[in-house]
């Protein structure tokens, strides 16, 4: 286990080292500005200043598999310090017992003690440091919120399968993910320039506003739980990702929402429409290349869905919900369900003619008979399918020739046929294409 630990200069990385990798400050600034307090940072930094050397025997214990690494922070006298997100997160509160156990060690602790109290290790910074499943072990318990681990490499699939691990507000800096069941809380954080194989974003992690920028990904596969909470930016490269979720255009909404909250640039938002976008393109061509023309079609409307989003910063109505971007024949099917509906209505209080007479209401009518009215709507929505598909047998006819009466056949005889075109071309498209 090479590397360093040291304490993590939140300025440094921000202002210096952020501007000078060429990326938006923006993407650094993420776990900072989602942080309940941000002074907590500073406060967690600084205990550990003048105490290098300390940090030195903790990564170098660790490295040794000593399980009683945190005797360190008691003798050198590293306090833990409580922050305002802490008692907001009900999970790493301890049950009420009298022992924890740590591997093969059994601690003595004080009733309903917090268990992050004894391995307290926020507001350092890794560097160069290979994590695998035996340093898991050694960290089991460990509090990692507000850290910065850079150039690391994690591996093995029970490492971050550790529910004692938080990493909360937590930057991940051209690390590589190799082989990881992640089932660790993470919130609030950033992975910049990362390198996922064969990742598996499992349905019991508990995620929530991540941020992807410059990430590769290959073979990575994402639980619907965690798909609203994923946030991929344009300069993100996909290759075998699977999205495990009922509804995958929920992807980054979320997290799209709070990037809004928290004043964020409109171009900066954009980028995760356009990183969504690139993600669906390669689902869409994944699934192409297997066969499976559903779930291409799926991928393809939501692909068309967020490219509309980035380009325009908002969608095309007719695009969206008349024709949902080719690839959903109902869409057309049911507007003209509804626009034959509401004209039989219509066509009610402008007035029809029929072999019995004349049927036309007014809005001050007297409801007395509801069989009669019944019989009436029959007969008027016989009028509007008829002239809706252009039959027009003469049977019924329009008993007044004013505007409104003429303009309301008109939008019928136009649209109607306009619209079942386009439900029978997605409908053959979508199932013999």
Known sequence: MEGSLKIFDYNHLVSERG?????????????????????????LTERWKDKEEVLKNILLAIKKEDKDWENILKENNVAHLKTNYEDKINYRLAPTFNELSIGDIVYPIEKNAKVHHIRDLRGTSWENVKFDNKTS?????????????????FTGPGLLLNEHVTLIN??????????????????????????????WFMNETRAKNIMFDGCDFNNVSIAYKN???????????????RISSENPGEISTKIIKLLRSKNYSSSYIRRIYNGNNMLYKQKMLFEKEKGNQDQYIKYHYYQRLFETKAQKGKISFIARYVVGFGDRPLFPLFWWLGIVLSSSFLFLFAGIKTASGIIQYHLSFPINDISQI?????????????????????????????????????????????????FIVLLARKYFD
Do not use: Q
């Open 19 to 43: 501007l000078s990798r060429g990326v938006l400050k923006e993407t650094f600034l993420f776990p900072y500005k989602t942080m309940e307090n941000s002074k907590d940072i500073s406060k």
């Open 227 to 241: 798909i609203e909470a994923f946030g991929f930016l344009d300069e993100s490269s996909f290759k075998d990702v």
């Open 374 to 422: 019944f019989i009436d709507w029959i007969s008027s929505l016989y009028f509007s399918i008829t002239t809706a598909t252009t039959v027009g047998f003469g049977d019924v006819v329009l008993a007044n020739h004013d505007f409104s009466s003429l303009l309301l056949t008109i939008v019928l005889v136009v649209i109607s046929p306009i619209l079942m075109s386009t």
């Open 137 to 153: 072990k050694m960290i089991e318990h460990a509090s990692l919120d507000y850290c910065c681990f850079e150039d690391c490499n």
């Open 170 to 199: 937590t930057w991940f800096i051209n690390c590589s993910f190799d082989n990881i069941n992640w089932g660790t809380t993470i919130e609030n954080s950033l992975f910049f320039g990362c390198k996922f194989n064969n990742v």
